[in-house]
């Protein structure tokens, strides 16, 4: 039995018992580790290392919230291991949906994109029209993140928002975006195949 | 909010896992005896009792007791958070296999005959009533559980349930070829296997 495992086994016990000390010793090794293959599966997967907090603290509440599902009569290691793994594939999964989600821009700018010279200089005038369809907090998160590049940090900041509320309003902001750009795409294959 | 404040709060909490421990296996066989029985009554008392014994033969209370306890075994294994090991899904779908054997071996006349589409429809309503109680259970379990594979873990809590509804049917079944009996009750089982990995799939992630 190595190391870790006398320790986090120790520690995890002594927490059943109430001992905060030992419990906040648990959490901060399983918070190491975590972040430490949070990162190496991020960086493998060609994501930035952003996420790998948020990855920290979901393992650490599903630690703390699923404590009951470790048997004390078997290793402990193991059992973190597996909920570090479970909850970082997890948020690659959604990271990989929120990258497709982010993808949507670029097929945005394809299909406002228009059939014309003379509409072509309007591109920006087009997206700047869909931002302004957007509601307040959703037009302002993916203009500060979309057009400004700003983290979500510094937008959810300057909004006085959390970030979880960005988040959730990029996501909802660019889905809008994308509804009126398919919108506009139609008009376009229409407008050209009556001229055709 | 910063890690360490997230860990602050939660040692904060620390007095909340006090006495927390994973469902013994013998209260996990308590409650499934317990969900069999009032399954087995249930269907009594909706479809009242066959008068010329079980439908499926001796060997339907037989198998679906057996598909009921090994999937039972698989679905204790897939709470926790580990990987699902091949062992954990060899029982019930070497089971299965069996089964789908048995009717594979029949020649086509014989398969035309026993396997039929509104006896699949008739059971579906049946057993698929006589499951939900057995199949709420278990996912009240898998819900305060970890299961690495919310999918698997839902399949196999609908091959729990499924299994006990066709045990507890068998007791009203009034399909009289045994083989007939067994095809509509296994086809009814899978399909209420399939619905629990999709409900597993949305509800059981943690």
Not at chain 1, 35 to 53: T, V
Not at chain 2, 46 to 69: C, D, F, K, Q, T
Not at chain 2, 76 to 85: G, I, L, N, T, W
């Amino acid at each position: 039995m190595d190391d870790r495992e006398q320790l986090w086994r120790r520690w995890a016990l002594a927490s059943r018992d109430g001992d905060r000390e030992a419990y906040n010793r648990l959490l901060v090794g399983v918070a190491d580790r975590a972040r430490r293959f949070a990162k190496s599966r991020l960086g493998r997967s060609g994501h930035g290392l952003d996420d790998a907090e948020d990855i920290v603290q979901e393992v650490l509440v599903a630690i703390h919230t699923k404590h009951g599902t470790w048997d004390p009569d078997r290793p402990i290691a193991p059992w973190v291991d597996a909920i570090i793994r479970y909850k970082t594939l997890d948020a690659l999964r959604r990271i990989g949906r929120r990258a497709v989600a982010t993808d949507d821009i670029d097929r945005i700018a394809e299909h406002t994109a228009p059939v014309h010279a003379s509409e072509r200089s309007g591109y920006i005038g087009d997206l700047d029209r869909h931002l302004d369809a957007l509601p307040g907090l959703e037009r302002g998160v993916v203009a500060a993140l979309g057009l400004e590049g700003l983290t979500a940090k510094k937008c959810a900041e300057r909004l006085g928002v959390s970030e979880v509320d960005v988040r959730v309003a990029f996501h909802r902001g660019l889905a809008r975006l994308a509804r009126l750009a398919k919108v506009d795409a139609g008009l376009a294959r229409q407008r050209a195949g009556q001229e055709q | 909010m910063k890690t360490d404040e997230l860990i602050a709060r939660l040692v904060d909490d620390v007095p909340s896992l006090a006495g927390a421990r994973p469902l013994p296996a013998r209260a996990m066989i308590l409650i499934a005896v317990l969900t069999v029985g009032v399954t087995v009554a249930a269907s009594m008392l909706l479809y009242g009792v066959r008068a010329a014994g079980p439908g499926s033969g001796i060997m339907g209370y037989l198998v679906w007791a057996a598909l009921a306890g090994l999937a039972l075994a698989s679905v204790a294994r897939a709470r926790a958070p580990m990987p699902v090991s091949k062992r954990t899904l060899l029982a019930p779908v070497c089971a299965l296999l069996a089964l789908l054997g048995i009717l594979a071996g029949l020649s086509l006349a014989d398969q035309k005959s026993v396997v039929r589409v509104d006896h699949v429809i008739h059971c579906l309503q049946t057993i698929g009533l006589l499951a939900i109680a057995p199949f709420a259970a278990l996912s009240v379990l898998m819900r305060r559980s970890a299961p690495a594979s919310p999918v698997i873990a839902g399949a196999l809590a609908g091959l729990v349930a499924g299994a006990i509804g066709a045990l507890a049917y068998s007791v009203s079944c009034p399909i009289n070829d045994p083989l007939a009996a067994l095809s509509a009750h296994a086809t009814t089982v899978l399909i209420i296997a399939g619905i629990g990995a999709v409900v597993g799939w949305r509800l059981y992630a943690w």
